[in-house]
């Protein structure tokens, strides 16, 4: 039987890696003394996809991006970015806007972008040729030749932001990025993304805000408590928890909450209960049968936002009871 | 390598900007000049402090009238052959003699009204002098006034006869000598150090402007960390070459308008001017970058400004004991404080260029060189290393990196 030798191996198994998941974690582990603040995290990025990291407060999210660019090593678990365990190796195909933004104040916005660029192994000359142009495309070419410490708050975070784009990386790693923008910004910077995705980047992304995630991100994880808690879609993650079902008879008779879900609560002349896992057909045919009638009847799917506080408000409890 | 180096340039072309092309890099550079205006105003000051002394001080001679025009016309002669023109002990004041000489004495040098530091009484064959404590000089010198009066009395001559009229010039020495050479190389260490102390110091606070306005996160997630801390580094290098041109050019200037009299005959070193600049050049630029890493290093765990002021007094003293041992090292060239000193990372700069003024031998240089270029980047290393440590907790600790353990039972 013919083998090859270990190294090659390896190598082809980390260039298909490169290929189809340029981002690629199994169980991350890091400790700041006492405080385990990530607790064996895996991650895997579909190559061309926005990835949502989703996780409350203090969950784990920043830490997880730091490792996995290499700003921090894990104390256990292996990383591969672009194909490489070593992200040092792949810097500058890698693009990074950190959750505390940082740019120096004296710099002009065009000198930023180009300096953040140089950074990553572009040329000074084309870096602010391309500067140029990203800050008149996203509206404040006014401001190239002004100094950073003269910009607003969210005029400077778009400036890190083209910076971080300029080298036209393979994987954008955005932190926060939605944090201290109007929503006029956040329009913009939502189509910022999917532009990049469109170009071929990958783009990982960590928010607390759902509204984001469930608009962009093909796939998400939630980390809360150190660890990933769910993985998949978002549509995965909203076929979590049941649909829910708002009812108004025609009758405004009591007796309708007879027939209905046991977890039904009367809002004014409406009912809200959780739809059975059979479904709603035959609830609604009972309804009509006994005479209720069907004044209106509206049947949602619950939002990412809900499956979010479910899932970490059972990490809480469990948490809690761990503590009791 | 070749990435770290490009990397490293980024980071020192950004920060050679971001001081030079600002007017407070003006300040910096003009500000010797405050010193020199300092120094300048400061010896005019003291000067006429002296001066002022000196003038108000006298010596006192007893003596009849006959006595006094002789003793003066010889205090004249001798003072001129021993001093020149201006210079020499107190202006001598002659006053007759009182009825009782031994109080007159005691009186005269206790008197508040005058600041007698010696006082000549008694005959001139036997001369009673008292002077002040530390003004034995002045004693001695009116004890040779009255033998010089005296051996003309006993000769028959007038008082201040010159028997002999000498032609003296000034010859500078050509051939550089043991002293002239190490005070070449002690020279050159005291303006390495000033220099250095003054520029490299300036490394301690460097990171802090990154930490504060969390350029760090950006920088460490692009370039390696030893790519920022030698970039930093070399920018502020830059800086103190300009720093170092400009001030250089205009002591050049300085000395090219000198008369040759001016004592820099002295300047000897015994490999030869040219090579001898130039491997100063090479070890100033070592020891800046020796210096500035521990001052990069330590400034870097800092956290604020207070911080940083505290750390930067131990290294301070630390580069002061450098300072103290390259002297001695100096002074005393092939003694075992010498070879020490030369072997020594962060003083071996200054060291070798001392060397470089007593020692014609050149491959020690290049072997002094490579050594401390090894060091500029273990120490690089070592600070970016406690930085990922200390600042943003990762990797392992110092003991453990040295293989160091403590376990506990």
């Known amino acids: 039987m013919h083998t090859l030798p270990r190294g090659q191996h390896l190598w082809r198994f980390e260039l298909s890696l490169a290929d189809d998941r340029p981002v690629w974690a199994s169980g991350l582990v890091k400790s700041f003394g006492k405080f385990e603040a990530v607790k064996g995290v895996s991650l895997s990025v579909p190559k061309g996809a926005i990835y949502g990291v989703l996780g409350p407060n203090g969950a784990g999210k920043t830490t997880t991006l730091r490792m996995l660019l290499g700003i921090i090593d894990p104390d256990k678990g292996e990383r591969c970015i672009l194909g490489e365990s070593s992200p040092r190796n792949v810097s500058q195909r890698v693009g990074y806007l950190p959750e505390e933004r940082g740019l120096y104040p004296s710099m002009k916005a065009r000198e930023a972008i180009a300096f953040m660029g140089a950074l990553r192994g572009l040329d000074w000359a084309e870096g602010r040729r391309r500067a140029d142009a990203a800050l008149e495309a996203a509206g404040l070419g006014y401001a190239a030749h002004g100094k950073i410490r003269k910009l607003s708050k969210g005029m400077a975070q778009l400036v890190q932001l083209l910076g971080s784009l300029i080298h036209k990386p393979d994987l954008i790693v955005l932190d926060e990025p939605f944090s201290g923008l109007d929503p006029v910004n956040q329009e913009l910077l939502e189509r910022l993304i999917l532009a990049e995705r469109d170009r071929g980047a990958t783009i990982l992304f960590s928010t607390h805000v759902m509204g984001h995630a469930q608009r962009i991100c093909d796939r998400i994880s939630i980390i809360a408590g150190g660890k990933v808690r769910f993985e998949g879609t978002v549509d995965e993650a909203r076929t979590m928890l049941p649909m829910k079902a708002q009812y108004v008879p025609c009758s405004g008779d009591d007796k309708v909450g007879g027939l209905l879900p046991a977890d039904a609560e009367r809002i004014g002349n409406a009912w809200r209960f959780t739809v059975p896992e059979g479904g709603a057909e035959r609830l609604v045919t009972d309804l009509i049968r006994a005479g209720h009638g069907i004044a209106g009847l509206s049947i949602e799917r619950p939002g990412l936002h809900d499956a979010f506080v479910r899932i970490v408000s059972a990490v809480k409890a469990e948490e809690a009871e761990a503590v009791a | ?409």
């Not at chain 2, 301690?204 to 930490?211: D, F, I, N, R």
């Not at chain 2, 960390?225 to 580094?233: I, N, P, S, Y």
């Not at chain 2, 071996?348 to 240089?365: C, I, K, V």
Request: net charge positive; charged share 15%; hydrophobic share 50%.
């Open chain 2, 1 to 409: 390598m070749k990435h770290l180096l490009s990397n490293a340039l980024i980071i020192a072309r950004r920060d050679f900007m971001a001081v030079v092309a600002t007017p407070t890099f003006l300040l910096f550079l003009l500000a010797p000049f405050l010193m020199l205006g300092v120094s300048v105003a400061s010896g005019i000051g003291g000067a006429y402090l002296a001066k002022g002394q000196h003038d108000s001080r006298e010596m006192v001679v007893i003596a009849s009238a006959a006595d006094a025009k002789r003793l003066k016309v010889e205090e004249d002669v001798l003072r001129s052959r021993l001093y020149g023109r201006e210079g020499g002990p107190p202006s001598v004041r002659f006053v007759l003699p009182g009825p009782d000489p031994e109080a007159q004495q005691a009186h005269l040098l206790s008197d508040k009204a005058m600041e007698a530091t010696a006082v000549m009484g008694g005959s001139l064959q036997r001369p009673v002098i008292a002077h002040l404590p530390g003004e034995a000089d002045d004693g001695r010198y009116l004890a040779l006034l009255a033998e010089e009066s005296m051996r003309s009395a006993e000769l028959g001559r007038p008082s201040g006869t010159q028997f002999s009229t000498p032609h003296i010039k000034v010859v500078q020495k050509t051939v550089p000598t043991r002293s002239r050479q190490q005070s070449t190389g002690s020279g050159t260490v005291v303006i390495m150090f000033m220099l250095t102390i003054m520029l490299a110091s300036q490394a301690v606070g460097t990171l802090a402007e990154e930490k504060s306005n969390k350029v760090i996160e950006i920088l460490a997630a692009s370039v390696p960390l030893e790519a920022v801390f030698f970039g930093k580094l070399m920018g502020l290098f830059g800086i103190a070459l300009v720093f170092v041109a400009f001030w250089g050019g205009l002591a050049a200037l300085g000395i090219g308008i000198l008369p040759a009299s001016a004592g820099l005959g002295s300047f000897a070193p015994v490999i030869g001017t040219p090579i001898f600049i130039a491997l100063a050049g090479c070890y100033f630029a070592m020891a800046f970058m020796l210096l500035g890493a521990i001052f990069l290093g330590v400034g870097a765990q800092a956290s604020t400004m207070r911080e940083i002021q505290m750390l930067s007094l131990p290294i301070t003293l630390f580069q002061l004991i450098m300072f103290g041992v390259s002297m001695a090292a100096a002074g005393n060239p092939g003694s075992s404080v010498a070879r020490f000193a030369e072997v020594f990372p962060f003083s071996s700069p200054f060291a070798m260029a001392a060397r470089g003024a007593t020692n014609a031998a050149l491959w020690p240089h290049i072997l002094a060189l490579a050594w401390q270029a090894l060091w500029v980047g273990i120490t690089i290393a070592l600070g970016a290393h406690f930085f990922r440590y200390g600042v943003l907790k990762s990797g392992v600790g110092p003991f453990k990196a040295l293989g160091l353990t403590l376990t506990r039972r």
